[in-house]
């Protein structure tokens, strides 16, 4: 099989890559590009764990194949934040207790982040909706969503945090 050239911006970088056909985009990220904060999880689109953001929709990247982002932008986990400091949506994780084992968290945090770029203000419901297609096996999902329900607040009030409204239990 022959490598086709794959131009493609990951994290706000461009990249000229040769590429198999057949190469999925979770692979391109993990083993081409060495971003492995996208996890690769049950390889069907059932989980989640492979959620990133293609041209700010969230996508399994385990269904998409790394052609297919020619010429779009593609939003990991590391590319969320600059440098050392965190999204509002990920601090908002951190200090709920969103994040258990945390192989769900990056692709729980991208579709947190596509809803939120979407809808600054979604209810309980639409969150949920949201997060349907990301499985969590550690928690009861109350976290995750009270932590959305947080990082929400942040982002409306310019990233700082919501006073009283971090719940720690």
């Not at 022959?2 to 190469?23: E, F, I, S």
């Not at 059932?46 to 996508?59: E, H, S």
């Not at 194949?65 to 590391?78: D, M, N, W």
């Not at 965190?86 to 729980?108: D, K, N, R, T, W």
Request: proline letters at 5%.
């Amino acid at each position: 099989m022959t490598k086709k050239m794959l131009h493609v911006t990951v994290n706000g970088v461009p990249r000229a890559v040769a590429v198999l056909p057949n190469r999925t985009l979770v692979e391109f990220l993990r083993e081409d590009l060495n971003l492995t904060g996208t996890k690769q999880g049950c390889g069907e689109g059932d989980c989640g764990a492979c959620t990133v953001l293609l041209d700010g929709a969230a996508v399994n990247s385990c269904l998409v194949l790394a052609l297919q982002t020619e010429g779009r932008e593609v939003l990991t986990i590391e590319g969320l934040a600059p440098g050392t400091e965190l999204h509002p949506i990920q601090q908002s994780f951190v200090e709920l207790g969103a994040i258990q084992c945390g192989y769900c968290s990056p692709g729980m945090i991208l579709s947190a982040k596509a809803l939120l770029d979407k809808n600054p203000k979604p209810s309980e419901e639409q969150i949920r909706t949201q997060i349907s297609g990301n499985l969590c096996r550690c928690t009861g999902y109350q976290k995750i969503v009270e932590a959305i329900q947080d990082a929400a607040l942040r982002l409306a009030a310019g990233s700082s945090p919501a006073k009283g409204q971090a719940k720690h239990a």
